[in-house]
């Protein structure tokens, strides 16, 4: 008995339409048999009366059923429709993000045009030797040698259209997004540090806190100067160190990566695909 209860059970579970369709042709066949052909005993009302029940009754559920047809099928198609909606709905973003891509593609062709362009006086493969042989006063001499150290004029990434990458409802397309974004706002912030400058003004301000220190009769000005100036001396040498070691970081990461134009390509191949399904969409609408 437990087996077959469990095996109704199951089939119920795993075909509900089949077991309500069942129920609803095999019930007044049922009540025919038990109420009428046996004359089951307490049995109050006649035939007709019988049959008008059971066809109001048959009447009610093939009507509920017909409404949540209808009801379920405009659902489906109202969430189709937002689906769709939603995806057409991106395609401002994933424009204005095309165009950020051509930015970062013709970005890396100037880096990559620069390099080129520099191997008869230094390969920006390698470090400068001779920057790293020089230390002490020639320490500035040496920075100024070291190309790789020489700020490029690029242009800037718009993050206010990077930033807008919740409007696209791709997870995966979202995640290349922000990667890309971070990887290369890096790469262009490095090397547009004017690590040079900062090197100079960081010799500026090292003679001047000599000047103030040899003096003995310091006025509050002047000891409040040597404060700022001792400041801005600690900040500079921290920014600078840090931006030495990046920008050779970052130029070892471009000519390991063939100057990333495969990592490009790919997120630019994702965001055409993209935007020829949304156009797709749009013409079939």
């Not at 579970?13 to 048999?33: D, G, H, M, S």
């Amino acid at each position: 008995m437990k087996k077959l209860s469990s095996f109704l059970i199951m089939n119920v579970r795993k075909r509900p339409k089949l077991v309500i369709a069942l129920t609803i042709c095999l019930l007044p066949v049922a009540l025919n048999y038990i109420l009428f052909s046996w004359k089951m005993p307490g049995l109050v009302g006649d035939l007709n009366s019988w049959m008008g029940f059971i066809s109001n009754y048959s009447g009610g559920i093939i009507g509920g059923i017909v409404a949540f047809i209808i009801t379920k099928s405009q659902i489906q198609a109202q969430k189709e429709e937002n689906k769709i909606n939603r995806m057409i709905d991106q395609l401002p973003y994933v424009t204005k993000l095309r165009f950020e891509i051509n930015k970062l593609k013709e970005n890396l062709n100037s880096i990559k045009r620069i390099s080129e362009g520099s191997k008869g006086i230094q390969d920006l493969s390698t470090p400068s030797e001779l920057a790293k042989g020089l230390s002490g006063t020639l320490f500035l001499q040496g920075i100024l040698s070291e190309r790789r150290y020489t700020p490029l004029f690029l242009d800037k990434l718009d993050k206010q259209i990077w930033n807008e990458v919740h409007f696209i409802n791709d997870i995966q397309l979202q995640t290349k997004v922000i990667e890309t974004f971070n990887t290369f706002d890096n790469i262009f912030n490095t090397l547009q540090y004017d690590l040079p400058r900062k090197w100079i003004r960081l010799d500026e301000v090292d003679k001047l806190i000599e000047r103030l220190k040899s003096k003995d009769d310091k006025s509050i000005t002047e000891i409040e100067q040597l404060r700022k100036y001792h400041n801005e001396y600690s900040n500079l040498l921290l920014q600078n160190n840090i931006y030495s070691n990046k920008k050779h970081q970052v130029w070892d990461g471009l000519f390991q990566n063939n100057f990333y134009f495969e990592t490009i390509e790919e997120v630019s191949s994702v965001i055409d695909e993209k935007i020829n399904e949304i156009n797709i969409l749009l013409k079939t609408k």
